[in-house]
């Protein structure tokens, strides 16, 4: 339910997306006011179900859903990743990595965005917080004992105060200066594919001269992410469907038999995105309004769950009135920084090092992946830090 006539929280959030939801979901109980500033006017299924993306969840992601008491409505939409295939094309070397090598259930998990957002939201609804769609977020600035949000709702201006101010998806809106920003020059194409053989669970990595190529197994299909140029995005968008198939036959291989058929495509840009620092303690940035990343290796939504996983205890153990202190923001940056860097800068180097077909650079690669195939410990660590992050070490 939508309240208008607030003017002063504890806590300030700024894009009721699925980090912010998840955000308000984890501040459950701790006896904080907290309001959800919300763009949109409705947060229903039919809206949410229209992004055509699906996301790549860790296991770790899946025991802070279960935390948030989330999981349960989601996982009947889940399908596991039990073992991941990581080759490259036209040269040799490969690796499996499974879930039993690491002793978890599953590797991860795959839900289409819809299907994510609609348990997060029905969360939101019912943790206690105040949700007000239709807010459109018009400034965001601090002083010495508060945040203030500008904010226009049903045609009036307005303001709240708040003691921390977090921006999240909703944050974008919002420019931010850039710590560091990278165009690939890429952009995503997604839709599900239906292939000869069923997919066991199984997963692919598969690196190409163009970018990688990800098939990650949602119900009885994958779910594709195939790195495009952006030279080539339109025409690539423009193929009928038995040419589209038989450029990613070509591209993949036969390791699933034929592309049988596929979806109707959409698209998405790439980049790397790392914002800096927020100029005032009382302001913080938590996932896509603190960092994008590219989807190799499936860290993004992961990293940003992490984000309001850590701030909400965080916040929970700090006595209302340091809310927005100095010593606060700075803990928090401190407690997030190698992971958001590491997964950045790992995300980074994967793009840059198999996004060619450089005769050395082909060799090395072949060599590593077929190290680490060979070498149980370092597949472990390995599938560790794509399950929890900066935590695995």
């Known amino acids: 339910m939508d309240h208008v006539a607030?003017?002063?929280?504890?806590?300030?959030?700024?894009?009721?997306?699925?980090?912010?939801?998840?955000?308000?979901?984890?501040?459950?109980?701790?006896?904080?006011?907290?309001?959800?500033?919300?763009?949109?006017?409705?947060?229903?299924?039919?809206?949410?179900?229209?992004?055509?993306?699906?996301?790549?969840?860790?296991?770790?992601?899946?025991?802070?859903?279960?935390?948030?008491g989330v999981w349960d409505a989601l996982s009947r939409h889940a399908t596991a990743i039990e073992s991941i295939h990581v080759s490259q094309r036209g040269g040799l070397g490969s690796a499996v990595l499974t879930a039993r090598e690491v002793g978890a259930p599953a590797l991860g998990y795959v839900a289409e965005y819809g299907d994510l957002y609609a348990a997060l939201a029905e969360r939101m609804s019912t943790c206690g917080a105040t949700l007000l769609t239709g807010a459109r977020v018009t400034s965001v600035k601090a002083t010495a004992g508060y945040g203030m949000v500008g904010y226009r709702h049903n045609g009036a201006e307005r303001l709240l105060t708040a003691g921390l101010v977090v921006l999240s998806e909703g944050g974008k809106s919002l420019p931010a200066a850039m710590r560091e920003e990278k165009d690939y020059g890429q952009s995503a194409v997604v839709c599900t594919v239906k292939t000869q053989q069923p997919h066991d669970h199984r997963a692919y990595e598969r690196f190409t001269p163009e970018g990688p190529i990800a098939l990650l197994p949602l119900g009885d299909d994958y779910a594709l992410v195939w790195t495009t140029p952006n030279a080539q995005l339109e025409a690539r968008l423009a193929l009928t469907e038995a040419d589209f198939l038989a450029r990613l036959q070509s591209a993949f291989g036969d390791r699933q038999g034929r592309l049988l058929a596929a979806s109707p495509r959409a698209s998405f840009p790439l980049k790397l995105q790392l914002a800096a620092a927020s100029p005032s303690p009382r302001i913080l940035r938590i996932g896509n309004a603190a960092h994008v990343l590219h989807?190799?290796?499936?860290?993004?939504?992961?990293?940003?769950?992490?984000?309001?996983?850590?701030?909400?205890?965080?916040?929970?153990?700090?006595?209302?009135?340091?809310?927005?202190?100095?010593?606060?923001?700075?803990?928090?940056?401190?407690?997030?920084?190698?992971?958001?860097?590491?997964?950045?800068?790992?995300?980074?180097?994967?793009?840059?090092?198999?996004?060619?077909?450089?005769?050395?650079?082909?060799?090395?690669?072949?060599?590593?992946?077929?190290?680490?195939?060979?070498?149980?410990?370092?597949?472990?660590?390995?599938?560790?830090?794509?399950?929890?992050?900066?935590?695995?070490?």
């Open 295 to 393: 989807p190799v290796a499936g860290q993004g939504f992961n990293l940003g769950l992490r984000d309001a996983w850590k701030l909400a205890e965080a916040i929970i153990d700090t006595p209302r009135e340091h809310l927005g202190d100095a010593a606060f923001a700075r803990q928090y940056e401190k407690t997030r920084h190698f992971d958001i860097a590491g997964g950045s800068l790992m995300t980074d180097i994967l793009v840059e090092a198999f996004s060619n077909d450089r005769f050395l650079l082909k060799h090395g690669r072949g060599a590593a992946l077929a190290l680490l195939d060979l070498a149980p410990p370092l597949k472990k660590l390995f599938a560790r830090k794509m399950m929890f992050g900066a935590q695995a070490w």
């Open 6 to 68: 607030i003017e002063h929280v504890d806590i300030a959030i700024v894009g009721g997306g699925p980090v912010g939801a998840a955000l308000a979901a984890g501040l459950e109980g701790s006896g904080l006011s907290v309001a959800i500033l919300e763009a949109r006017v409705r947060l229903a299924n039919p809206l949410e179900a229209r992004d055509p993306r699906a996301l790549a969840l860790s296991h770790g992601a899946r025991l802070i859903l279960d935390r948030l």
